[in-house]
């Protein structure tokens, strides 16, 4: 399997089946999606969906109602290739079996309705990915590798370090990144660091690196 870290929140899942390129949004250049076989979208904020980009490619899209809804009004044309998926389907896509976890966003502030969210636990290869989107939301399994938020409005280091530890991958990557600098990153980097326990490492890359 090659993970692809690309801008913000989107990761480029490679295996042996196919290309999964997951949370295209606008902070993530469109060469993201060249050639790849499918995409997942965790939720409808334009930092993880951006219709445009979707655009750029014939591959089937896997979400949420919320999505579908969303492109049905901004992008009917996109909205004719996704399949609306609920939490615990369990699915097989571009040679990978993904299963669908959480179905909310996290608080951004208790005045705000609470938004739709699902992750994405892939596993192929002998390995197995987990894509929270915006949410806090452990996978119920082991994992390989989690992909952390790290910086956002709803989020502080103290919640970001736990949920790694709850999850406890032997490998985290670094995802949804650009609300902080290279600073504040670097404050993440050395905090994890310092609280992760052995056994578990964090990881970052910049967009189009591989972890």
Same mark, same amino acid.
């Given at each position: 399997m090659r993970i692809t870290k690309f801008g913000h929140a989107c990761v480029r899942i490679q295996t042996d089946g196919g290309v999964t390129v997951l949370?295209?949004?606008?902070?993530?250049?469109?060469?993201?999606l060249d050639a790849a076989d499918a995409v997942l979208i965790t939720h409808e904020h334009p930092d993880h969906v951006h219709p445009e980009h979707l655009r750029g490619t014939d591959a089937p899209i896997w979400t949420i109602a919320a999505v579908e809804r969303l492109l049905r009004d901004q992008a009917p044309d996109v909205a004719?290739?996704?399949?609306?998926?609920?939490p615990g389907d369990r699915l097989e896509i571009a040679g990978?079996?993904?299963?669908?976890?959480?179905?909310k966003?996290?608080?951004?502030?208790?005045?705000?309705?609470?938004?739709?969210?699902? =992750?994405?636990?892939?596993?192929?290869?002998?390995?197995?990915?987990y894509?929270?989107? #915006?949410?806090?939301?452990?996978? =119920?399994?082991p994992v390989d590798v989690l992909l952390a938020p790290v910086s956002a409005p709803w989020l502080k280091v =103290?919640?970001?370090? #736990?949920?790694?530890?709850?999850?406890?991958?032997?490998?985290?990557?670094?995802?949804?990144?650009?609300v902080y600098s290279d600073i504040g990153l670097k404050m993440v980097e050395a905090h994890m660091a310092n609280l992760l326990p052995d056994g578990q490492a964090?990881?970052?890359?910049?967009? =189009?690196q591989d972890l």
């Open positions: 949370d295209p949004g606008v902070y993530t250049d469109a060469s993201a004719e290739r996704v399949t609306v998926v609920r990978a079996s993904v299963e669908v976890v959480g179905e966003h996290a608080v951004i502030h208790p005045d705000y309705d609470r938004f739709d969210n699902s =992750g994405y636990v892939l596993e192929a290869d002998g390995t197995s990915v894509h929270p989107g #915006d949410a806090l939301t452990p996978p =119920g399994r =103290g919640e970001a370090i #736990d949920f790694v530890r709850e999850v406890a991958a032997p490998t985290s990557l670094a995802i949804h990144d650009r964090f990881e970052r890359r910049e967009p =189009g």
